[in-house]
């Protein structure tokens, strides 16, 4: 696994190495003549717009010696004319001559450095942020954040094998029209024998399609089998949070999700009715049979649901 410490020994060394190249490209005789000489005491104008290197700057502090430089560089030739010299030096050279031929080369490979160095960085970069686990609070599901009136107990099956007990609070007193939908699904047997069809790890675990059982059905206790968002009022602030699934604004209907990560950017979209208070083993086995795309390696199965005397 990479570390921070990898990424800083990796980014010195390239740093240096360009450095190096550049310092040679520098000395070179032609480049004196070609007007090219690297002057960090001078301030000349260049650019603003982010180019690549100067992106590099952005991103890491000891990169920005590397791309200043090589930006000092370029602005001079472009603000001296010295890109068409450097072409009729390339193209009258020959095979005589050389020098100028080779100076271009020189110039040409400290740019091409500071750009292999960045690619190089960034690649690192994405390496080491891939490496480390997503924050999750420890992966617990989060304290309540209203009081609870009732529980809902799941008998879970993973693979038609028993795999335990799951136990949601439902936060009557903040949204009781929402809770009462899935207290009387669960009451009336609705949730009996159903999956959770979509499981993606590092994200939720969504049931409640009692009618096509893959995510496209399922009803409300209410008239015209969908209802309203409720309100907004709880949030989704972690692992362990019980919300309604929906296609849209005013959609609810049977299908509810719980997450196993934090997801701020479903508040507002998604009505929060409850949290997971104990099972949270069972949530995280099911959370295993997931996928990236939602499918499961095995059924994960509601047996029986219903409300805890």
């Given at each position: 696994?990479?570390?921070?410490?990898?990424?800083?020994?990796t980014?010195?060394?390239?740093?240096?190495?360009?450095?190096r190249?550049?310092?040679?490209?520098?000395?070179?005789?032609?480049?004196n003549?070609?007007?090219?000489?690297?002057?960090l005491?001078?301030n000349?104008?260049?650019?603003?717009?982010?180019?690549?290197?100067?992106?590099?700057?952005?991103?890491?502090?000891?990169?920005?010696?590397?791309?200043?430089s090589?930006?000092l560089?370029?602005?001079?030739?472009?603000?001296?004319?010295?890109?068409?010299?450097?072409?009729?030096?390339?193209?009258?050279?020959?095979?005589?001559?050389?020098?100028?031929?080779?100076?271009?080369?020189?110039?040409?490979?400290?740019?091409?450095?500071?750009?292999?160095?960045y690619?190089?960085?960034?690649?690192?970069?994405?390496?080491?942020?891939?490496?480390?686990?997503?924050?999750?609070?420890?992966?617990?599901?989060?304290?309540?954040?209203?009081?609870?009136?009732?529980r809902?107990?799941?008998?879970?099956?993973?693979?038609?094998?028993?795999?335990?007990?799951?136990?949601l609070?439902?936060?009557?007193?903040?949204?009781?029209?929402t809770?009462?939908?899935?207290?009387?699904?669960?009451?009336?047997?609705?949730?009996?024998?159903?999956?959770?069809?979509?499981?993606?790890?590092?994200?939720?675990?969504?049931?409640?399609d009692?009618?096509?059982?893959?995510?496209?059905?399922?009803?409300?206790?209410?008239?015209?089998?969908?209802?309203?968002?409720?309100?907004?009022?709880?949030?989704?602030?972690g692992?362990?949070?019980?919300?309604?699934?929906?296609?849209?604004?005013?959609?609810?209907?049977?299908?509810?999700?719980?997450?196993?990560?934090a997801?701020?950017?479903?508040?507002?979209?998604?009505?929060?009715?409850?949290v997971?208070?104990?099972?949270?083993?069972?949530?995280?086995?099911?959370?295993?049979?997931?996928?990236?795309?939602?499918?499961?390696?095995?059924?994960?199965?509601?047996?029986?649901?219903?409300?805890?005397?």
């Open positions: 696994m990479l570390t921070a410490t990898t990424l800083h020994r980014t010195t060394m390239m740093t240096t190495t360009t450095s190249i550049i310092a040679r490209s520098m000395k070179h005789p032609m480049n003549r070609l007007g090219i000489r690297l002057n005491k001078k000349y104008s260049y650019s603003s717009s982010p180019t690549t290197m100067n992106v590099a700057a952005q991103t890491s502090p000891r990169l920005r010696t590397t791309a200043s090589s930006s560089v370029a602005s001079r030739c472009i603000n001296n004319n010295i890109y068409p010299k450097m072409r009729s030096f390339a193209s009258s050279s020959g095979s005589g001559g050389s020098s100028p031929s080779f100076s271009f080369n020189q110039f040409a490979m400290f740019v091409g450095a500071g750009l292999f160095t690619g190089a960085y960034y690649v690192v970069q994405t390496q080491v942020m891939a490496s480390q686990p997503l924050s999750s609070d420890n992966n617990q599901p989060v304290p309540p954040q209203a009081a609870i009136s009732t809902i107990y799941f008998d879970i099956e993973i693979d038609n094998k028993p795999a335990g007990k799951i136990i609070g439902l936060h009557d007193l903040v949204v009781p029209k809770c009462l939908n899935f207290i009387t699904l669960c009451e009336t047997g609705k949730f009996n024998r159903t999956s959770f069809h979509r499981v993606i790890p590092n994200f939720m675990i969504q049931g409640g009692y009618t096509n059982h893959n995510g496209t059905g399922g009803r409300s206790i209410y008239g015209g089998n969908k209802f309203p968002d409720e309100n907004f009022e709880l949030k989704h602030t692992p362990g949070i019980v919300s309604m699934a929906n296609a849209g604004p005013n959609t609810n209907g049977s299908q509810f999700f719980i997450t196993t990560v997801t701020p950017h479903l508040d507002g979209r998604h009505v929060v009715f409850g997971v208070e104990e099972g949270w083993d069972i949530i995280q086995k099911i959370e295993n049979e997931g996928s990236s795309s939602g499918s499961t390696s095995k059924r994960c199965a509601i047996v029986k649901a219903g409300v805890v005397e």
